[in-house]
């Protein structure tokens, strides 16, 4: 057996990499989803240490100095996002097959202390349904889909720095394909 590793998930803004991954949390109990530290606050139905440990900025701050993290990030210029190092050592440790999902700068600095790891690239079906998705969702103001759709253009250019790219056309094939790519055995639906 395969001492398991860790998975990274990327990909652009808008890609589903979070419905991808709710998808896998749901139906593969076999892997271990990392939970992410934010300074964001809860959105609603969000719950903490569940879907992020959610931490004031002073917290972050301590974490970034201590070196506790795998990767951090600043996203869209306001909210910093980091991966605890202890939580996914502590998985993988266990034998569990540990997925993260983040974003591309984040899988750069994890390919930096951790090369080692699978790295996996989410990429829409197509352009037009990625901006379908952006702006379908309702959550941003018009600069800020206009801000995501440009960074979206410099995230899909980043898809060789992958090792596999998953294209994310039906969420329970992509999350079946992915699942595969992480050394576990998909459902047969």
Not at 56 to 81: I, T
Not at 113 to 127: D, G, I, K, Q, R
């Amino acid at each position: 057996m395969n001492q398991p590793r860790l998975t990274v998930l990327a990909g652009p803004t808008a890609v589903g990499k979070g419905t991808v991954s709710t998808y896998i949390r749901d139906n593969y109990p076999e892997v271990e989803l990392s939970v992410s530290a934010t300074t964001r606050p809860p959105r609603p139905g969000e719950v903490d240490g569940v879907h992020y440990h959610f931490v004031s900025s002073e917290e972050f701050d301590a974490l970034v100095e201590d070196g506790q993290l795998l990767e951090w990030a600043v996203v869209h210029g306001r909210n910093r996002y980091g991966t605890l190092r202890r939580t996914v050592n502590a998985a993988m440790a266990a034998g569990k097959a540990v997925l993260l999902e983040i974003d591309l700068q984040g899988a750069r600095q994890v390919k930096k202390s951790m090369p080692e790891a699978n790295f996996v690239f989410l990429a829409p079906p197509t352009w037009e349904e990625m901006v379908r998705r952006l702006i379908g969702r309702g959550t941003e103001t018009p600069e800020e889909q206009q801000q995501r759709l440009e960074t979206a253009k410099l995230e899909l250019a980043a898809e060789s720095e992958f090792d596999h790219t998953v294209i994310n056309d039906d969420v329970q094939r992509a999350a079946d394909e992915l699942v595969s790519l992480m050394g576990l055995t998909a459902h047969s639906h």
